[in-house]
T-cell receptor, first 109, second 116 residues
Framework: GQNIDQPTEMTATEGAIVQINCTYQTSGFNGLFWYQQHAGEAPTFLSYNVLDGLEEKGRFSSFLSRSKGYSYLLLKELQMKDSASYLCAAMDSNYQLIWGAGTKLIIKP | GAVVSQHPSRVICKSGTSVKIECRSLDFQATTMFWYRQFPKQSLMLMATSNEGSKATYEQGVEKDKFLINHASLTLSTLTVTSAHPEDSSFYIC????????????FGSGTRLTVV
C-alpha cells in the first residue's frame, strides 16, 4: 500500500533550526512536496523535489533521497509565524498526491 | 502565478439543506480539479477528482449522490453538498492542476462548512 509517515508534533525555539522528516512508500514516484498550512487556512506550496539532494529556498530547505524513500524539510532562523502544520505529500505514478497527516510545529519564544 | 478562487469561505446551513461551493481558476485552465475534506487536526482527505467535461471519480467511501461535483468548464468546478447533516461539517478545499501549475497543485482558500 501507499503510505506517508511524518511526526505528529514538534516543538522548537524561536531563532533555532528544526528538521521535519518524512518517509514515503508509493506506487511509482513523481516527486515529493512540502506544504505549510496555518490553522483554518488552505495549504501553501513550499517545495518540490524529484531528484536526490538538497534544494535551498531562503530559510527553508528540502532534501530528498529516493533510494531511502526519505525527505526532510529544514527550517532555519525560526520565527513565530512559522508555527503551522507542515504537510508532506508524494506523487505516485498516476500523478496523484499521497498526503501525510502533517506535522504540527510549535515555536516557543 | 496560478490562482484559485474558492467561495464561500464560510457557510452555516441548516440540516437537510444543500450547499454549493465554487472554485475558479483565475489565470489558467484547470484541466483537473481535486476536492478535499479536512477534519480538525487531520490531514487532507481526497474526496474526488474531476476532469473538465467528464464525470468525477470519487474515492472509496465518498457518496457521489451526496457530494455532487460539476466541472463543466476549464475554469470552474463546483461541489454541492446535498441534504447536509452535522457530520458533514468540515473544511472543504479544492485544488487545481493545469499547464501553469508546474509544481503540481494550486489550492483554493477553503470553505468552512458548519451544519446546524
Amino acid at each position: 500500500g501507499q503510505n506517508i509517515d511524518q511526526p505528529t508534533e514538534m516543538t522548537a525555539t524561536e531563532g533555532a533550526i528544526v528538521q521535519i522528516n518524512c518517509t514515503y512508500q508509493t506506487s511509482g514516484f513523481n516527486g515529493l512536496f512540502w506544504y505549510q498550512q496555518h490553522a483554518g487556512e488552505a495549504p501553501t506550496f513550499l517545495s518540490y523535489n524529484v531528484l536526490d539532494g538538497l534544494e535551498e529556498k531562503g530559510r527553508f530547505s528540502s532534501f530528498l533521497s529516493r533510494s531511502k524513500g526519505y525527505s526532510y524539510l529544514l527550517l532555519k532562523e525560526l520565527q513565530m509565524k512559522d508555527s503551522a502544520s507542515y504537510l508532506c505529500a508524494a506523487m505516485d505514478s498516476n500523478y496523484q498526491l499521497i498526503w501525510g497527516a502533517g506535522t504540527k510545529l510549535i515555536i516557543k519564544p | 502565478g496560478a490562482v484559485v478562487s474558492q467561495h464561500p469561505s464560510r457557510v452555516i446551513c441548516k440540516s437537510g439543506t444543500s450547499v454549493k461551493i465554487e472554485c475558479r481558476s483565475l489565470d489558467f485552465q484547470a484541466t483537473t480539479m481535486f476536492w478535499y475534506r479536512q477534519f480538525p487536526k487531520q490531514s487532507l482527505m481526497l474526496m474526488a477528482t474531476s476532469n473538465e467535461g467528464s464525470k468525477a471519480t470519487y474515492e472509496q467511501g465518498v457518496e457521489k449522490d451526496k457530494f455532487l461535483i460539476n466541472h463543466a468548464s476549464l475554469t470552474l468546478s463546483t461541489l454541492t453538498v446535498t441534504s447536509a447533516h452535522p457530520e458533514d461539517s468540515s473544511f472543504y478545499i479544492c485544488s487545481a492542476r493545469g499547464e501553469l501549475t508546474a509544481y503540481g497543485y494550486t489550492f483554493g482558500s477553503g470553505t468552512r462548512l458548519t451544519v446546524v
